[in-house]
């Protein structure tokens, strides 16, 4: 016999844990997890907060722009397994960032056949007024929140993080 509350719910709520209170733990912090991931790529979002810093950078290019922000100079080759995307795709998405002024291809010193990848100095700026519009976003979230939450939110998922990282990096 199927539990019926089990059955209505999406699978990736339903298959999470067992029937002890670490799986309904589980059931609790998974969904919301995945939403966050899920809403934090979302093109409306990111359209929504290019609009609020004032630059144009076309969606499918922001997380590109931002991963090599975080690692510059940086390797096509290596950014692309940053990123877990094919370098063919990375390529092309790097090719309209150079065309639009937002980043710079330079001969890898270490490798003449190679080159690495720096924002340029608009990039640069474009970066910082699209995080900066994030904060504001997520300033403007979390005001009303309790100060014991909004001082936790940090640690936490910080700590999560981390932990998740550490998978990956094994």
Not at 66 to 86: E, N
């Amino acid at each position: 016999m199927t539990d019926k509350k089990t059955s209505t719910r999406p699978l990736s709520e339903a298959a999470v844990g067992d029937n002890t209170p670490q799986g309904d733990w589980l059931r609790a912090v998974v969904p919301p997890l995945r939403d966050l991931v899920r809403a934090s790529r979302d093109d409306r979002l990111i359209e929504r907060v290019s609009h609020e810093a004032g630059v144009r950078v076309p969606t499918h290019l922001v997380l590109a722009l931002t991963r090599i922000g975080d690692f510059q100079p940086v390797r096509l080759s290596d950014l692309a397994d940053q990123m877990g995307v094919g370098r063919t795709t990375l390529s092309r998405q790097v090719a309209d960032l150079v065309t639009a002024g937002l980043v710079a291809r330079t001969p890898d010193p270490a490798d003449a056949r190679a080159a690495t990848l720096e924002l340029t100095p608009h990039g640069d700026e474009t970066l910082r007024r699209i995080w900066d519009a994030w904060g504001r976003l997520v300033a403007g979230l979390t005001d009303g929140w309790p100060a014991a939450e909004r001082e936790a939110l940090p640690r936490l998922l910080a700590r999560l993080g981390a932990g998740l990282q550490a998978l990956v990096d094994d």
